[in-house]
């Protein structure tokens, strides 16, 4: 930017009274600095600075691929009777979701709650579509895919529930 | 012209130098590409989305961004041919507008990441309310707001050039909004996981490891990129209001073209990790590109 030139035009060079405004690709006049005697390399800086951004980017890599690891896959080892014991409480969740008087943990409640209503969401966009025009159901399917899209999860959740869930639901 | 007598050292730190044609082709590419994407939402109808406009309002603000590295030098072309006069008080206040323009594309930047971030994260927590909370009408009125906002800024920052009053609540604003970003999707992510769990303790249901490194790398790439593409000339605004005479500042300063290049190959990079992963944005130019054959 041709404004910083102003910048080591007023820094440096208090004596000269006319700072000049030109348009130049020489942004700067490196003015009276001195290259003698430097400890560390003279790009140390830059260099510096790059490094530090790869390991930044690389650990916040990490640390979002450990928020999203799932629980361990020895789950689908487990027995059939505990697996039915766990398919009954889920479906009871889901199947009681605006009931209070149940007791299961209140986040489980509200995180059931949450998803229960992207299913609702979504099976509503769709009798909306077609009691609308064409053009939005495209866009509804769509729409609800791509916003989660960067968590990568949802429309497998999603297709999973409906699936196994929402006959058992509207019974 | 006014550069100062001094003897150069031979380890001196020159200038990096990007070649014309690289310059102009950069910025010429994501100047079209940006283009493209706000013709195609404009004309297709099932694109008139919040969330859309947010994605429309990002190309807007890399546009900004790469026009105006493209006005300095063609500007610093007809200087060099003499076309224009090198000290006018024309030539001040264009440059001044310019560097108004380029702050207000950061700005925008900025702030349309966040509200994309924002939309999402209203449209997974809110699910069933989204359509009652981010209206058509009121997306439009947010970015108006965001926008005049930015503007009122970069006129300021431009106007009372680099004060430190001004650089410093420029480079806090930088990385608190990505702070708020991450912080938004990572909390995205722990619901996702919650969710993944509970469907992973389902007997038909097969654990989908290839799905969640899948969000995590969509967020590392675009938050990554932003950062990287950013970050280096955020930082040259900083050492050059504070250190311009320390020689590793120096040093610092003078790939000053290199940062400008990169901040042009994000308005390259942004159309596709947010604009192309839209299926519907996609057959949208199928149509427009087989509608011209």
Known sequence: MSALRLISNRTSQQASSNSDYTWDYEYYEYGPVSF?????????????????????????FFVLTLLTKTGAPHQDNAEPSEKRFHMNSFVADFGRPLESGRDFSHQMAEESQSLFHFCISEVDHMNKAKDGQKGPSL???????????????????LHCLTKFNIPNFVN | ENISDFSLNITDCTQVVVPEEVFFTVAAAGILENLLILIAVVRNKNLHLPMYFFICSLAISDMLGSLYKTLENIFIILCKMGYLTRHGDFEKKLDDAMDSMFILSLLGS??????????????????????????LRRALVILAIV??????????????????????????????????????????????????????????????????MKGAVTLTIFLGVFLC?????????????????????????????????????????????????????????????????
């Open chain 1, 36 to 60: 003698e005697g430097l400890k560390a390399h003279k790009y140390s800086i830059v260099i510096g600075f790059w490094v530090g951004l790869a390991v930044f980017v690389i650990f916040m």
């Open chain 1, 139 to 157: 866009e509804s399917n769509t729409h609800f895919q791509e916003a989660p899209r960067s968590c990568g999860m949802f429309e497998e959740d």
């Open chain 2, 110 to 135: 900025i702030f349309s990441l966040l509200a994309i971030a924002a939309d999402r994260y209203i449209t997974i927590f809110y699910a069933l309310r989204y359509h009652n909370i981010m209206t």
């Open chain 2, 147 to 212: 926008w005049t906002f930015c503007a009122g800024i970069s006129i300021a920052i431009a106007l009372f050039s680099y004060e430190a009053a001004t650089v410093i609540p420029f480079t806090i604003l930088f990385p608190l909004m990505m702070f708020f970003i991450l912080c938004l999707y990572v909390h995205m992510f722990l619901l996702a996981r919650s969710h993944a769990k509970k469907i992973a303790s389902l007997p038909t249901s097969s654990v989908h490891h290839r799905t969640n």
């Open chain 2, 229 to 293: 593409c950013w970050a280096p000339f955020v930082l040259h605004i900083l050492l050059a209001r504070f250190c311009p005479h320390n020689p590793y500042c120096a040093c610092y300063m003078s790939i000053f073209h290199v940062n400008g290049t990169l901040i042009m190959c994000n308005a390259i990079i942004n159309p596709m990790i947010f604009a192309f992963r839209s299926p519907e944005l996609r057959s949208t130019f199928k149509k427009m590109f087989y509608c011209s054959r």
